[in-house]
């Protein structure tokens, strides 16, 4: 079964990132597990990285490093 891996909010609801630039994948395709970095995302704040939220494999990424995305964009698709 496949499903959208999407970017989720960061931060509190008084102080949140509404979306950033993808910096840099740390993962290949492939296997990958829960809580593994998925990616680096910089904001006009700061840097984060983005833990992958379930085990699956990596089968397509549907952004690139150097584009902006926005909170409940669609970031990969895992198999699961």
Known sequence: MQIEITLPSLGDDDDAV??????????????VS????????TTDK??????????GTLVERKVQE???VA????ICIFEV
Not at 18 to 31: A, H, N, Q, R
Not at 71 to 74: A, I, L, N, R
């Open 34 to 41: 829960e809580g593994d970095d998925l990616l680096e995302l």
């Open 46 to 55: 700061a840097a984060f990285v983005l833990p992958a939220p379930k085990s």
């Open 18 to 31: 509404t979306g950033g630039t993808i910096s840099e994948w740390l993962v290949k395709d492939g296997p």
């Open 71 to 74: 909170v409940g964009d669609v």
């Open 66 to 68: 150097g584009d902006r």
